[in-house]
T-cell receptor, first 115, second 114 residues
Framework: DTEVTQTPKHLVMGMTNKKSLKCEQH?????MYWYKQKAKKPPELMFV???????INESVPSRFSPECPNSSLLNLHLHALQPEDSALYLC??????????????FGDGTRLSIL | AQTVTQSQPEMSVQEAETVTLSCTYD???????LFWYKQPPSRQMILVIR??????QNATENRFSVNFQKAAKSFSLKISDSQLGDAAMYFC???????????FGAGTRLTVKP
């Protein structure tokens, strides 16, 4: 069982659609992350939220818009995506930002396919 | 630049045998942390083991242990008594200082043969 829950598990959308990916954790973690993982590649960091504030944006295109409504929830809003955005999107959380040895706990990911 | 290199794209091991996965990293930081994550076909990334750079003693978690060679910037993972459930993609990862920007190696796919 994963302590970080991501929904949906699979998403197929057209390039003109607007959709959102959701991530939830109830471990009291104050840092949350979005990663993008292409097939047979390692995860690439997209965003980091610390205490509900965006602390790292790894030059991600504006068609990806993160949101952290509260300390347990992290959303990734998608709009006008491109076929190359098809990937596994992983959410993770850790106790704190600024403490490098904190392990990150990952969800099962959302498999996104752009038509 | 902080980089992580896993030079073995694929490895295989016989059930109950021992296998070692290699990882090297490049850093100028003195305060950093190293991790091994496992990603089975179920997709979830699972922490296997972690090592703080300031600790000389190699980390151990049951059948999993590391050989941390700080001077050589090497951080290999040894899996003893391999089990079928160990089959997965293994990623070596690195963070540094007060930074949570985790950098991953390219991964090693481990196959366990019955």
């Amino acid at each position: 069982d994963t302590e970080v829950t991501q929904t949906p598990k699979h998403l197929v959308m057209g390039m003109t659609n607007k959709k959102s990916l959701k991530c939830e954790q109830h471990m009291g973690h104050r840092a949350m992350y979005w990663y993008k993982q292409k097939a047979k590649k390692p995860p690439e960091l997209m965003f980091v939220y610390s205490y509900e504030k965006l602390s790292i944006n790894e030059s991600v295109p504006s068609r990806f818009s993160p949101e952290c409504p509260n300390s347990s929830l992290l959303n990734l809003h998608l709009h006008a995506l491109q076929p190359e955005d098809s990937a596994l999107y992983l959410c993770a959380s850790s106790q704190e930002v600024g403490v490098g040895n904190q392990p990150q706990h990952f969800g099962d990911g959302t498999r996104l396919s752009i038509l | 630049a902080q980089t992580v290199t896993q030079s073995q794209p694929e490895m295989s091991v016989q059930e109950a045998e021992t296998v070692t996965l290699s990882c090297t990293y490049d850093t100028s930081e003195s305060d950093y942390y190293l991790f091994w994550y496992k990603q089975p076909p179920s997709r979830q990334m699972i922490l296997v083991i972690r090592q703080e750079a300031y600790k000389q003693q190699n980390a151990t978690e049951n059948r999993f242990s590391v050989n941390f060679q700080k001077a050589a910037k090497s951080f290999s993972l040894k899996i003893s008594d391999s089990q079928l459930g160990d089959a997965a993609m293994y990623f070596c990862a690195y963070t540094w200082g007060n930074n949570n920007d985790m950098r991953f190696g390219a991964g090693t796919r481990l196959t366990v043969k019955p």
